[in-house]
Nanobody, 124 residues
Framework: QVQLVESGGGLVQAGGSLRLSCAAS????????MAWFRQAPGKEREYVAS????????YYADSVKGRFTISRVNFKTTMYLEMNSLKPDDTGVYYC?????????????????WGQGTQVTVSS
């Protein structure tokens, strides 16, 4: 059974940095697209970034392009989100998600597996 476990959230001042981790287990991820989504209070879950496990091609939402970097380490089956120049608008619960069919969608409903989420709070 596939499990995704996030870590690394916290409280940071605007302009600061955080690195999130997502440890994946219980499956073979070569065909997967893995992604980060976030959800602020009262808002819908929104796409942040994604990566094709095989080959490492990356994709980003316009709102984070140039500030966030998604990566993965194959032998550790761990994905990362390096977040720099953080803004208060980046505040929310960050979720790791896995798409076993590798479609590369930005729609949450197309992802099969989810982590429990980790809180990121950026103060102004």
């Amino acid at each position: 059974q596939v499990q995704l476990v996030e870590s690394g959230g916290g409280l940071v001042q605007a302009g600061g940095s955080l690195r999130l981790s997502c440890a994946a287990s219980g499956g073979t991820f070569n065909r997967y697209v893995m992604a980060w989504f976030r959800q602020a209070p009262g808002k819908e879950r929104e796409y942040v970034a994604s990566i094709r496990w095989s080959g490492g091609t990356t994709y980003y939402a316009d709102s984070v392009k140039g500030r966030f970097t998604i990566s993965r380490v194959n032998f550790k089956t761990t994905m990362y989100l390096e977040m720099n120049s953080l803004k208060p608008d980046d505040t929310g619960v960050y979720y790791c998600a896995g798409d076993r069919d590798g479609l590369g969608s930005r729609v949450p409903g197309n992802y099969d597996y989810w982590g429990q989420g980790t809180q990121v709070t950026v103060s102004s």
